[in-house]
Nanobody, 126 residues
């Protein structure tokens, strides 16, 4: 069973930075699609950034130029570096993953993920 555990959330003032990590265990296949999503109070969950084993990354327009998604060489830890944070970035952030036996077209933020973490709170104050 694939398990994901997020860490690194917290509180920061507007303009500040935070880094999130997501440790993934239980993969049995070598090709992975991974992503970060967020859900603010009273709003629907939205995609933030995604990356696949080929290194192709996709970002929501609202975070382009401010957030950077990356993964370690083993593709078992996912990161999200968030800079120039805005109050509107306040949300619970979730990591998500999927695995495939061979190269797969993940489709960026449109991919429907199978495995999800429990979420970590990010709060940005003005």
């Amino acid at each position: 069973q694939v398990q994901l555990v997020e860490s690194g959330g917290g509180s920061v003032q507007s303009g500040g930075s935070l880094g999130l990590s997501c440790a993934v265990s239980g993969y049995i296949y070598s090709y992975h699609c991974m992503g970060w999503f967020r859900q603010a109070p009273g709003k629907e969950r939205e995609g933030v950034a995604s990356i696949d084993s080929s290194g192709y990354a996709d970002y929501a327009e609202s975070v382009k130029g401010r957030f950077t998604i990356s993964q370690d060489n083993e593709k078992t830890t996912l990161y999200l570096q968030m800079n120039s944070l805005e109050v509107e970035d306040t949300a619970i952030y979730y990591c998500a993953a999927d695995q495939f036996p061979g190269t797969w077209y993940c489709g960026g933020l449109k991919h429907e993920y199978t495995y999800w973490g429990q979420g970590t709170q990010v709060t940005v104050s003005s």
